[in-house]
């Protein structure tokens, strides 16, 4: 069984910019949590897909959306990025009929 | 609106000593209360949560619902309990699972 994985590990973009994270669930986890902690806060609740659909969002823009494929990786978009979007951003899956989540390490973003 | 506190950034002790991290909730209904632990380098992982009712690693947490608060509790510290520790709250949920999360505490056992 492997993990949940994250890429890339660390990024630099310029404000306006677009970004695409991505994240590879564990093995069997058809529902995937996305997440934003900044610096010395808990992390933020983003959007969580479940069958490649957006069944449930945060308090995040649009410009924030997802997609979520077959083999249950899944990505992470921000479009016209903004210095606030720096932050670590988490993945987590999640098994069916299962609550515990399980996450990835992280990809940290930095927008100058 | 829904909101985790955790009112200690920082809480150091000494080895063997007891350890109390606090976190109090703002929900009107029955959440589910969770502790989740980042060891250094390592992910964000579950410690445990209040249905389960279960010790791990030492800890212990009630749920108080009279104070809305999940305290996590250990009677005796130890090196390797040094983390940081985020408690987090699950609102029932009709199959969206928006966890919110406190701040966290970071825990410093001293030798």
């Known amino acids: 069984e492997t993990g949940v994985t994250q890429s890339p590990t660390h990024l630099i973009k310029t404000r306006g910019q677009q970004v695409t994270l991505r994240c590879s669930s564990q093995s069997g986890h058809n529902t995937v949590s996305w997440y934003q902690q900044a610096l010395g806060q808990g992390p933020q609740f983003i959007f969580q897909?479940?069958?490649?659909?957006?069944?449930g969002r945060g308090n995040f823009p649009p410009r924030f959306s997802g997609l979520q494929f077959p083999n249950y990786s899944s990505e992470l978009n921000v479009n016209a990025l903004e210095l606030d979007d720096s932050a670590l951003y988490l993945c987590a899956s999640r098994g069916q009929g299962m609550d515990e989540q399980y996450f990835g390490p992280g990809t940290r973003l930095t927008v100058t | 609106a829904q909101r985790v506190t955790q009112p200690e950034k920082l809480l150091s002790v000494f080895k063997g000593a007891p350890v109390e991290l606090k976190c109090n909730y703002s929900y009107s209904g029955s959440p589910e209360l969770f502790w989740y632990v980042q060891y250094s380098r390592q992910r964000l992982q579950l410690l445990l949560r209040?249905?389960s009712r279960e010790s791990i690693k030492g800890f212990t947490a009630d749920l108080n619902k009279g104070e809305t608060s999940f305290h996590l509790k250990k009677p005796f510290a130890q090196e390797e309990d040094s983390a940081m520790y985020y408690c987090a709250l699950l609102p029932p949920t009709s199959g969206t699972y928006k966890y919110i999360f406190g701040t966290g505490t970071r825990l410093k056992v001293l030798a």
């Open positions: 209040h249905i």
């Open positions: 897909y479940y069958r490649e659909e957006e069944n």
